[in-house]
């Protein structure tokens, strides 16, 4: 192999192998450091995260949080941004299975048991007999449409400064939300506002299993 061979090799095996690292699971790229983003989920323990009801509905496996189980809800208690976000912009890779039926709250507290009665929910569900489907505000802006086949990984984002939230999911626009001054919430969802606070994933029921992995925030304020 000549020398002029030689670097054209090294040279596709390198950026080979920076392709497998901007895609590779529960990491962050250069750019992402750059930009502020920061990971909430190390890929391998529940480190900084802590499950109400029945903590075992949450588990670790092939670097993802697995959700399936009792209804249970497993909150960030971490360092970043003292899990106290206002503004912000979070990325969660995650992937459902048939029948399940999850959610990603934003905007609320801890809480021991129950249902999380502060802030909202981004809905996860792409089969689930409820129809209010993956990426829409669960009870405030449902999205009727299926947004991936169960199985499928795909990459939700949400957004929120002052009173505006989007969200996405693999870059397309789900909901474009502006919360009104004094919005009208039906009974048992009056502390479905925008406030602060910190994030959660949902275990809705035993049948119902997400995958979740990526989870990255960056802060707006």
């Known amino acids: 192999m000549n020398r002029r061979t030689l670097v054209s090799a ?4 390198l950026a080979s192998f920076a392709s497998m ?18 990971l909430l989920f ?7 995260w802590k499950a ?5 509905t949450f588990s670790v496996k092939d670097g993802a ?4 189980g009792p209804r249970s809800h497993l909150f960030y208690l971490g360092p970043v941004g003292n899990h106290d976000f206002k503004n912000f912009e979070l990325k969660v890779d995650l992937k459902t299975f048939a029948k399940a039926n999850s959610g990603v709250y934003f905007h609320t507290l801890w809480q021991e048991v129950g249902w999380p009665s502060k802030g909202y929910e981004v809905q996860v ?32 984002s949400i957004r929120v400064e002052g009173m505006h939230v989007v969200t996405r999911i693999d870059g397309k626009l789900i909901v474009d939300y502006t919360q009104e001054a004094t919005p009208a919430r039906r009974k048992g969802l009056e502390e479905r506002l925008l406030n602060r606070g910190t994030f959660a994933l949902q275990g809705h029921d035993p049948e119902s299993e997400v995958h979740f992995r990526s989870i990255k925030v960056k802060l707006l304020d």
């Open 10 to 13: 090294l040279t596709l095996c």
């Open 21 to 38: 690292a901007a895609d590779a699971p529960n990491m962050l790229t250069a750019a992402e450091k750059a930009e502020g983003w920061q």
């Open 42 to 48: 190390d890929g391998q323990s529940l480190t900084n």
């Open 52 to 56: 109400s009801d029945q903590p075992g």
């Open 65 to 68: 949080i697995v959700v399936k």
């Open 125 to 156: 569900n792409n089969s689930h007999s409820d129809p209010s489907r993956t990426g829409g505000l669960w009870g405030v802006v449902d999205y009727p449409q299926v947004t991936a086949p169960d199985g499928q990984w795909q990459t939700l």
